[in-house]
């Protein structure tokens, strides 16, 4: 029988993972509040609007690459050393990469250490979900789930209220990513304090009193689990779970997250707090969005709530650069409202994604998906940068063409495998 840890330890698991998660968010939304000042500071007299939305498309891409990279590597490393300890070098390797980011003189080296951040942020969702999930193996799917994609937004929106007090501008940005190192103590915690998963120590021991190296079996089973997800039947279960992973990552960055620079231009030179001002509005939006969105799509169910999802989320884009702009009154409701509903998505991948896959395949299945709709994302948002400057670096027009991005879900949805009779996910 599998030992469970006690509630306190329990309780110091799910905090320190919902912390985590919280400076992941951090990370996550440092770049799209910080990079045009970083890029006028950094370019001096080359600066120019267009060449700062180029910039932000590159930085956002290198980070999402490193996620991607991150998510599999790191993700790995959790199933070899354990979890705890994965999701230590996870924090300790974006806190570490995005201090470093306070010390660069060039927009090269920014983008190098992106890379790197992203590398720690990739390897924090998969340890910490699965982690809590283990070691509260009673709490519903739902639940974990929202917890998981709330501290991730709500990272975003702590952001938000601290560069909306302390204004990040081309003469003070250093700061803040020296601040993003702090969380380097928290890996060190987990690396040195947190309980591990009783069900990762008990698969642990009897891999080590087996015949078989655990090193060579892991390895010679993981090589033959990605074979099998990419030929059939597999094959298409897998290309369908990527585009549906694809498809809310990709508008996220290629289309939403232009918002915020955005606000930085029309905004940046009356009111230096603007841009903090409308990643909160939107942050607060997607802390709701991620946590009731498990609850919603279960309720809903697998298909009409992905279609209703893409739709909902493909209008409100389009109206936030069309129908509005930056100052005007309806503009910060409509970021609000948008980032509810399109954060809905990442409720409905890990409650439905994993029923896509036969349970001996079902964790490397929506890890294969997920990851491969980051790589996607990186080339999505490096493309989304191109065309920004062929249309004149007009963000009105790289938001609504981006927001196309989420209309191709109500298609894609309907390619899923039917996984309701298989097992309720409520």
Known sequence: MTPSLSLSARWFVLVCAFAGLVFDGIELGLMPVASLSVTKSLLGAEYTPTLAGDW????????MLGAA?????????????????AMGVSVFFYSLFAGLGGLVQTQEQMLALRFLVGLGVGGMWP???????????????????????????????????????WPITPESWRWIFKLAAVPAALGIVMLLALPESPKWLAARHAANNGSVKPSVRGSK????ILLELLRPPLLRITLVGTVLAAIPLVGAWAASKW???????????TAPGYKAITQGWWALGATLGSFFGAPIAGWIGKRLSYFIISLLT????????????????????????????ATLFFGWLPLFMPLFFPTRVR????????????????????????LFAWLGGSYPMIGAFGALIYGLGMLAIWFAPDTEEKEDPA
């Open 56 to 63: 932000f498309a590159r930085y956002t891409a290198s980070l």
């Open 69 to 85: 990279v991150g998510g599999i590597a790191l993700g790995n490393l959790g199933d070899r050393i354990g979890r705890a300890r």
């Open 127 to 165: 340890n910490s979900a699965v982690l809590v999930s283990e070691c509260w193996p009673n709490v519903s799917r739902p639940l974990v789930a929202g917890v998981v994609g709330a501290g991730v937004n709500f990272g975003v929106l702590l952001l938000s209220q601290i560069v909306r007090i």
């Open 221 to 224: 089973r993981r090589s033959g």
């Open 259 to 269: 918002m915020i620079p955005w606000a930085d231009q029309v905004a940046g030179a």
């Open 314 to 341: 493909t209008a409100l884009t389009i109206a936030m650069f069309q129908l509005t702009a930056p100052l005007q009154p309806s503009f910060l409701p409509i970021v609000f409202a948008q980032g509810f509903v």
């Open 363 to 386: 964790a490397s299945g929506s890890g294969v998906a997920m990851n491969t709709g980051r790589l996607a994302t990186a080339v999505g948002v490096g493309a989304a940068g191109v």
